[in-house]
């Protein structure tokens, strides 16, 4: 069984900063199984990025993904105050399964 | 545009046998390849799979809770269900369905509002 560890527990930032978001599989996986969501309270999870790097459809881009092999980063380039929220990793996995990290919370 | 809408009672007593309703709009279970899952998330905790439906009427299950889950459809009526047996307080959770378009679409997209489901006596 894969496990996803997301780094750190929780940024706290400013608007306008750079928010860099970790996420590791305890294997080596490939890329096209891994995806970030957004969270907002209340609110259910959004995808953000599919494929660890294609944005989801209505996406600002200074969202951008990126990584392969078991290492994997979520970064914002200019937090907007939107953006704080939680954010997931989620890797695919075979029979199917769906397995999440804990999450990583941005805040002020 | 692709919604759902989860729908079940809030409160449901240890032991006893939650049925959860996924009504959906936007596309259909009928077409090749799409799916319907069904995730929950703890207070406080992150996301976890439990089902997912086929078109096809295949049917996977998280290996942690099969024992305990039975995932339904209603193509006629654009319907997914959800049966756990056997509730217990630690499935206290906000029980979400959403919608997985393709099987090369290694995610869910997007997602119910989900439904806040207590388990106590």
């Known amino acids: 069984e894969i496990v996803l560890t997301q780094s750190p527990g929780t940024l706290s930032l400013s608007p306008g900063e750079r928010a860099t978001l970790s996420c590791r599989a305890s294997?080596?996986?490939?890329?096209?199984?891994l995806a970030w969501y957004q969270q907002k309270p209340g609110q259910a999870p959004r995808l953000l990025m599919s494929g660890a790097s294609s944005r989801a459809t209505g996406i600002p881009d200074r969202f951008s993904g990126s990584g392969s092999g078991t290492d994997f980063t979520l970064t914002i380039t200019r937090l907007e105050p939107e953006d704080f929220a939680i954010y997931y990793c989620q890797l695919y996995g075979t029979s199917p399964r769906f397995t999440f990290g804990p999450g990583t919370k941005v805040d002020v | 545009q692709i919604t759902l809408k989860e729908s079940g009672p809030t409160l449901v007593k240890p032991t006893q046998t939650l049925t959860l309703t996924c009504t959906f709009s936007?596309?259909?279970?009928?077409?090749?390849?799409?799916?319907v899952g069904w995730i929950r998330q703890p207070p406080g905790k992150a996301p976890e799979w439990l089902a997912l439906?086929?078109?096809?009427?295949?049917?996977r299950y998280s290996p942690y809770l099969k024992t305990r889950l039975t995932i339904t459809k209603d193509t006629s009526k654009n319907q997914v269900v959800l049966t756990m047996t056997n509730m217990d307080p630690v499935d206290t959770a906000t029980y979400y369905c959403?919608?997985?378009?393709?099987?090369?679409?290694?995610?869910?997209?997007?997602w119910g509002q989900g439904t806040l489901v207590t388990v106590s006596s």
């Open positions: 936007g596309f259909s279970l009928s077409t090749s390849a799409v799916g």
């Open positions: 959403a919608h997985r378009r393709d099987y090369s679409d290694y995610w869910f997209d997007p």
């Open positions: 439906i086929y078109w096809n009427d295949d049917k």
């Open positions: 294997q080596s996986v490939s890329s096209s199984f």
